[in-house]
Structures are given as C-alpha cells and as structure tokens.
Antibody, heavy 118, light 108 residues
C-alpha cells in the first residue's frame, strides 16, 4: 500500500523558516516524480513545487519561487520542502503528492499544517 | 499561465440525480494532462479521472470525464450519498500545474 507521511509543520513567525519532510513507502520512490500541494484553510488546492525522479527537473509556483526549495533523498525514500521567508499567506495544509499517469496526482499524504503568525 | 475556471461554484442536487461539472481553461490544454479529483471534509483529495477521460483505479463507472481544448466536463451519472463533496480539475502544461477553484456538490 502506498503511504505518504508528512511531518515538520507547525507555528512559525513571519520571516521564519520550516523544513517539511515526507516519508514514502509501499512503492519504488526513486521511480516517481513528486509534488508539494497546499491548501489554505477553507480554500482550494494550490500546486507548490515539483521534482523529477533524479532531481534534474524542478519547478516552483511563482508564489514561492526564491523562498522554497524542494529536494529528495531516494536512498531514504524521502521528499523535503525547505521554506524560508515565510509569510502569513503561506499558512496552509501541505500535502506530499505522487505524480502518476498523465501528470496527475495519484496518491496524497494526509498533510502537515503550517501556520505563519506572530 | 493557464487559469482553470470551474462552474458552477455549488451544485445542489438530490441522490440519484445526474451531476455535470465544468472546467474551462484560459487557453488550450492537452487532454492528455487534464485530471479530476474529489475531496471530502477532513480528507486528502482522491484522483478520479486522468487524461480527461480515464478512470483511476477503483473509481466507479458512474464517474466519467470528457472534453478537449478548453472545455472539460466531469459527469456523475447517478449521485450516491458518498459523492457529495468538492471536486477539482487540474491541468499540467506550461504553468506547469494548476488547479481549478473547485465545485461543491451538496445535497439539495
């Protein structure tokens, strides 16, 4: 069974930093591209960042470009999101998500909540 | 940047009725890269449809997707009680990923 378990969320002050982690199991992690997707409280889904299997291709949403860094460790079956210069508008539930057929997201974690507030 | 606009914002229907949800793109989208998701309160989204019309594993055949170019549709042929939820479309292209704002299907 595919499992994606996020961790690292919490309360942080504006301008602060957090590092999110996602532990993957139940599939060959190194064979799949991965996304981070977030959802602000009561709002819709927003794609954040993408990383290919070998890390050769990385994309960011304009809203996080220059502040967030995605990475992965295939030996540890783990995905990461380093978030710097956090803003109130970054407050959201952050999902780790596996990229499947036709660039859809075929598996999602349960999310980790990031709250940016003073 | 491609913007996906879903309509209606809310759809009020009764169990057994047919639901038709629309997703319109601001520019042409490859139908190979259009997906639909269902999200229930407190849960992560679930993939329903990929490549515009292919059902994901385990998705009942009352869910179907269609469309091309800038207009895509998710149809639920007969609503079951567990189908009342929020639905999102998503495209992959030059953005590269984008989601629509969602359509809530609620019980009338």
């Amino acid at each position: 069974e595919v499992q994606l378990v996020e961790s690292g969320g919490g309360l942080v002050q504006p301008g602060g930093s957090l590092r999110l982690s996602c532990a993957a199991s139940g599939f060959t992690f190194s064979s799949y591209s991965m996304n981070w997707v977030r959802q602000a409280p009561g709002k819709g889904l927003e794609w954040v960042s993408y990383i290919s299997t070998s890390t050769s291709t990385i994309y960011y949403a304009d809203s996080v470009k220059g502040r967030f860094t995605i990475s992965r460790d295939n030996a540890k079956n783990s995905l990461y999101l380093q978030m710097n210069s956090l803003r109130a508008e970054d407050t959201a539930l952050y999902y780790c998500a596996r990229v499947g057929m036709a660039r859809s997201v075929d598996h999602w974690g349960q999310g980790t909540l990031v709250t940016v507030s003073s | 940047e491609i913007v996906l606009t879903q309509s209606p914002g809310t759809l009020s229907l009764s169990p057994g009725e047919r639901a038709t949800l629309s997703c319109r793109a601001s520019q042409s989208v490859s139908s190979s890269y259009l997906a639909w998701y269902q999200q229930k309160p407190g849960q992560a989204p679930r993939l329903l449809i990929y490549a515009a019309s292919s059902r994901a594993t385990g998705i009942p055949d009352r869910f179907s997707g269609s469309g091309s170019g800038t207009d895509f549709t998710l149809t639920i042929s007969r609503l079951e009680p567990e189908d009342f939820a929020v639905y999102y479309c998503q495209q992959y292209g030059n953005s590269p990923w984008a989601f629509g704002q969602g359509t809530k299907v609620e019980i009338k």
